[in-house]
């Protein structure tokens, strides 16, 4: 039994025993982990001069495809090779 009162104002993840758990997956995490890195890595020293420039970053976009962070719901199975709207014309 879980006693709450005003000095408790939170559950942990292992207090929780029934219902949906929104504890994130060890893959979770890890995806989580790569998209902060890369976001200051890689995002945060351009984001001003691409904005004064209002120019599109499609070279940090092309980077993030290359480490995973663009569409990764979608199976690498599943993916058509090749598959740019150029490409369907």
Known sequence: MVYIDSRVNFLSATEITAGISFALSDEQRALRALAREFAAKDIRPVAAD?????????????????????????PRSTAVPDCRPSSRF
Do not use: T
């Not at 904005?51 to 495809?65: F, G, L, M, T, Y």
């Open 50 to 74: 691409y904005d004064e420039r209002s120019q599109h970053p499609a070279e940090v976009i092309a980077k993030a495809h290359e480490v995973g962070l663009m569409n990764p719901h979608i």
